[in-house]
Structures are given as structure tokens and as C-alpha cells.
């Protein structure tokens, strides 16, 4: 079955080679195995605890060997050692290995689990909430210093492992890959690894998932997600009424397909549901006009469309209209816009550099409000404010901006069959309408409109804005912008989204080559989806309809109950991830 498969997250956890390569592309291995898991919150056990241990436990190699240094005489004489901190539920299946670097003399050891506060001059499994595997008799102790026939002894060279299934609170072991079964029912929650020494010359390893394990913990894992999904899928609903639960479900498919504006589909899907649009199919495709220029780069045609179309909305919300200005300034920088396609010109600059014809004196005012302004009005010998002082700017390279920038063009809805007149720097056209009958359409995330996909007729980026009369429009726009800033400040106060949002943008004046800064995410084209949604989210409040439709506001409900699950202590939270059974 489809439902059986895992995904592909999921699959780069099981497989070994998978995770191999992971482990040297230095990714953290831990939040891969356990994604759920907020370590914010609750943090994974990573090593042992300096702090909770007895004395006669010696730490090293980052805490990760644990080494006997006691006398060793009697029972008295045993050490345990605790992690840093508990296994968190939202883990679903928590599992750690510990090798044997050495027996020593008798080879008294115990590996296993135990809660805050129980007795660490004891070994794992002898008192309340403590459970244990030794190695001298292969016995399992669980709050008894009488342990109960389990697996085999183990030795120098041996890798034990111990698994946590949070989901029915029970503990098994493996040794060297081999699974030994089921060694502990009705675990309590918020339970440490824990290991226990006794003898001289006792050495071990832990490995807390930093490292392949020897035991492939991935079909555990999978049985365990078929499983929850399995009884997600299945659970029993009540029908309150012949077809209740089949009439809201097209009611939500209804409203999920006008809000994000796919007409025709609603359309044949209201025809076959019987369902009644609560929005008529010339407001639907006002909207759909709007956004598909917002996700072309289009803004300032969006915006004049919008106040056009819905007058008095941008103006009754200075925020909305700031974040519509913030990102058409970034595609100006970025050569989508259509104000700087009006400029075509054969001499490419630096945008750095281009900034030198409208030096200014810096305006009075705090460091924040001069380097604003020094960005976008240039400094004294390309000099900027930072922290309180002057630095000079290092990124002064000419024909850096406009020439050899890699990837695509910065424009993914257009089709490279018409053109509309105007040419990158290599001559060649790059159409800038949007072509409603390609079939190769791309669905774009959060806004999710119905927008047509294709490339520039070259594969490398072209910044076809790249000339001076259309970086002189950019900069102009950009004082109107920062000066737009300063007023929204007077009038509202200060607005953190709204200062972080113009630093951000202006911040890519600071480099020769934006695409390739630390600020260049803003070009990607995908950036623009987020003021997709917010716009259209405003276009639907303002004819009195919701600003989300009720399909995503029950995942967003649903991913909230699989956090107050994790809170809640519940394993099973670890593979209800929304998501991947959406895809189901």
C-alpha cells in the first residue's frame, strides 16, 4: 500500500548510506532521527552528565567514555552516571548504544535507564525506577537487586544497545545488531540512559546517535509510523446525519480551491458537489490577475492593480502596502520589476558603485536611521555606520552585479515563445507576460495560484534590469521607500517586522554580487509567495470573507494538537507529523 511508504526524510534516517553521507555533510544526525523534538524545549541527551554522577565514575572524550575509578571491592563500590538530560516523548522510539572498550576485572556493568534523583552509587536496574542489563549474568533488574533470566553476558568489544518505545512505554535491548526482545513494560516517562560501573579497568562508549548505530532501529521506526497512521486513517467518525461529514468535507475543498483561486477546478468541482461560491468568479479572477503578477516579480503592476481594482484596501492597511514596496524594491534589485525594464542600456555597473552620483550627507538621527540612509543614498568614500563606526565597504568590484550572475533569471512565470520587447544584456528576449494555456504549470506553495512556469531562453541568470537609468529608478524608489518607513514610525511606532524588513532590503546594496549574500534569499523567487499570501489574505477580509480557508486552518489545528501531544508526554506525536500523512 501507498500509505506504507515512508518518506523521503524518513528513508534518509533508516538508510545507513543515507545517513552515512548526512554524517559528512556534518548534519546533526540527532534531529534527523528524532524531528519532531523540540530542543528549545526539551533537549535530546547527547552526553553523560558531569554533575550527575557518583564519584567513582570518571568522564572523557566529551563526555561520551565513562571509565571506572573506584575500589571495586563490594556492591557498595558501584557507580552510575546519568545523561545531561531526559528522553524526550516527542522521541516516539529513543535509542542509544554503548560499546565495551573493556570489562576489567570482573566486568560488572549494567546499561540501561532511570529517573531523576535515583541513588547513582547503585547500579542501573536495583532500585524504584530504575531498570537495567548487566553484563556478568545477562540478567535484566528492574527496582530489585534480583534480576530476572534475559539475554546473554556480554564483554570487551561488545556493543549493547537499549531502546525506549514511548508509544507503549516499554524498553528492549539488542546486542552487537541482534534485538533481544522486550525487557520492561509500563516505563514510567522522563526516564535518563544511564550505565553503571563496578570493578577497576571498566571502560565504555556511548554513542547517543552522533554515529550510524550498529542496530538499524529504521523498521522499528517504520512499523511504528504505518501504525499510527494506520489508526489515524482509521479511526471511527460518527456521521450526526446521512452525508454530514461528505457535505462539510466539499465545502472545505470548495473554499480551499476559490481562495487560492483555481476557477476552472472549482468550478467543475462545484458542478459535481452542488456546492455555492460565497465569492463570484469575477472577484476570483480579479485576485488570481493580482497574484500572478506578485509571483512574477511584477509588483508595481500589482499594487496599481490592486488600489485599481479595490480602492482604499493598501490604503487602510500602511503595513500591507510597506511590505508590497519592501519587495517590489527587491525585485527592482533583482531586474523583475517592471519599472526597471522601461531602461535599457548597454552600460552595466556595479550597483555599489552607481550609488556614488547620489551621495548625501548623513541625516541627523540614531546608527540605525544613518545606515538605512546610507544605504540607499550612498556614503562618504562607500562608507558605512556599523555598530557606531565607520567601515569601509570591501565589496567594490565593477560589472560584479549585472555580469555572470549563475542560476535562472530571477523570473519563473513566463513563457520563452513571446516576448514583450525587452532584452537581457546577451540580446536575447525574456518574455515578461504570463502564458495561461502552457501546460507546464507550477502550483506555488502558500499562495497556491494557478501560474504558469518556464524558463528565459538561457539558463544563466541575466539581470535584465541591470542598467543606469534602471538603477537610478531603483534608488529613487528606494529614498520614497525609506522615507515611507519614517512616516509609518511617526504615525504607528515602531514596528519591529517593519525595520528588519527594510534592512534587509536595502542590506543587498552592500554587495557587488546580492545573489550571492548573505541577504540574497530575498531574491529567490519563492520569497515572494509570503506577500502573495498576506495580500490575498487582505483582498478576501475586505469582501467579508475568511482569511484563511477552513482546509488549512484544520491542519493548522491539527499540527497544534501533535505539539500539546508531545507536551502531554504521548510518543505517538513523533510520527502523527501532518505532513507526511497529508500526503497519504
Known amino acids: 500500500m501507498t500509505m506504507m511508504a515512508a518518506t523521503s526524510e524518513e528513508r534518509s534516517v533508516m538508510d545507513p548510506s543515507r545517513t552515512n553521507s548526512v554524517q559528512n555533510q556534518s548534519v546533526d544526525r540527532l534531529k534527523m532521527l528524532y524531528p519532531m523534538v523540540n530542543e528549545d524545549e526539551t533537549p535530546l541527551p547527547r552526553s553523560w552528565s558531569p554533575k550527575d554522577k557518583y564519584n567513582y565514575i570518571g568522564l572523557s572524550q566529551n563526555n561520551l567514555r565513562v571509565h571506572y575509578k573506584g575500589y571495586g571491592k563490594t556492591h557498595k563500590d558501584a557507580a552510575s552516571v546519568r545523561t545531561t538530560h531526559p528522553i524526550p516523548a516527542a522521541c516516539g522510539l529513543y535509542y542509544f548504544e554503548v560499546k565495551i572498550v573493556s570489562k576489567g576485572r570482573d566486568g560488572y556493568m549494567g546499561i540501561g535507564l532511570s529517573a531523576h534523583g535515583v541513588n547513582v552509587n547503585r547500579l542501573p536496574g536495583w532500585d524504584k525506577h530504575s531498570y537495567g542489563y548487566h553484563g556478568d549474568d545477562g540478567n535484566s533488574f528492574c527496582a530489585s537487586g534480583t534480576g530476572q533470566p534475559y539475554g546473554p553476558t556480554f564483554t570487551t568489544g561488545d556493543v549493547i544497545g537499549c531502546g525506549v518505545n514511548l508509544v507503549d512505554n516499554t524498553a528492549f535491548y539488542t546486542k552487537n545488531g541482534h534485538h533481544l526482545g522486550i525487557a520492561f513494560t509500563d516505563l514510567p516517562p522522563n526516564l535518563y540512559p544511564t550505565v553503571g560501573l563496578q570493578t577497576p ?82 472577484s476570483i479572477k480579479n ?25 482604499g484596501l493598501l490604503e487602510r492597511d500602511p503595513n500591507l502596502l510597506f511590505a508590497l514596496k519592501c519587495r517590489q524594491f527587491v525585485e527592482m534589485v533583482n531586474g523583475s520589476d517592471s519599472e526597471v525594464y522601461l531602461s535599457n542600456s548597454e552600460n552595466q555597473t556595479s550597483v555599489i558603485q552607481s550609488t556614488k552620483a547620489y551621495t548625501k550627507s548623513s541625516t541627523n538621527g540614531n546608527v540605525e536611521d544613518m545606515n538605512l540612509n546610507n544605504a540607499i543614498n550612498g556614503a562618504p568614500e562607500q562608507q558605512q555606520f556599523i555598530n557606531g563606526q565607520i567601515e569601509d565597504d570591501v565589496e567594490m568590484e565593477e560589472n560584479t552585479v549585472i555580469n555572470g550572475v549563475k542560476n535562472t533569471n530571477g523570473y519563473q512565470n513566463g513563457n520563452q515563445n513571446n516576448t514583450n520587447g525587452y532584452k537581457c544584456q546577451n540580446g536575447e528576449d525574456v518574455d515578461m507576460e504570463i502564458d495561461t494555456t502552457n501546460h507546464n504549470q507550477q502550483q506555488n506553495g502558500n499562495c497556491g495560484m494557478n501560474v504558469d512556469c ?100 484544520a491542519v493548522s489545528h491539527a499540527r497544534e494538537l501533535v505539539r500539546l501531544m508531545s507536551n502531554a508526554g504521548l510518543g505517538a506525536c513523533s510520527f502523527a507529523v501532518v505532513d507526511n500523512i497529508i500526503q497519504y
Not at 503578477?293 to 508595481?300: E, F, I, N, Q
Not at 498576506?534 to 483582498?539: G, H, K, P, T, W
Open 454 to 553: 518556464s524558463t528565459a531562453k538561457s539558463s544563466k541568470k541575466q539581470l535584465c534590469g541591470g542598467n543606469k537609468q534602471a538603477i537610478e529608478k531603483m534608488l529613487e524608489f528606494g529614498r520614497q521607500l525609506y522615507a515611507q518607513s519614517l512616516l509609518l514610525r511617526q504615525q504607528h511606532g515602531k514596528n519591529e517586522a517593519n525595520k528588519k524588513m527594510i534592512q534587509d532590503a536595502f542590506s543587498l546594496l552592500a554587495y557587488s554580487n546580492p545573489w550571492n549574500s548573505p541577504v540574497g534569499w530575498q531574491l529567490d523567487p519563492q520569497q515572494r509567495e509570503t506577500v502573495c499570501a498576506r495580500l490575498n489574505s487582505a483582498i478576501l477580509e475586505s469582501s467579508n470573507l475568511p482569511r484563511r480557508p477552513p482546509l488549512e486552518v
Open 201 to 282: 579497568g571498566e571502560v565504555v562508549d556511548a554513542n547517543f546517535g552522533q554515529q550510524p548505530f550498529v542496530f538499524d532501529i529504521g523498521d522499528m521506526m517504520n512499523e511504528l509510523r504505518v501504525r499510527t497512521r494506520l489508526q489515524i486513517i482509521n479511526y471511527p467518525t460518527p456521521d450526526h446525519g446521512q452525508g454530514h461529514w461528505q457535505a462539510v468535507l466539499h465545502k472545505m475543498v470548495s473554499t480551499y480551491l476559490v481562495h487560492h483561486g483555481y476557477c476552472a477546478t472549482a468550478e467543475a468541482f462545484a458542478s459535481s458537489t452542488g456546492q455555492v461560491f460565497e465569492e463570484d468568479l469575477n
Open 287 to 311: 485576485r488570481q490577475k493580482i497574484l500572478k503578477l506578485v509571483l512574477a516579480g511584477r509588483m508595481g503592476e500589482a499594487i496599481e492593480l490592486t488600489s485599481r481594482l479595490y480602492p
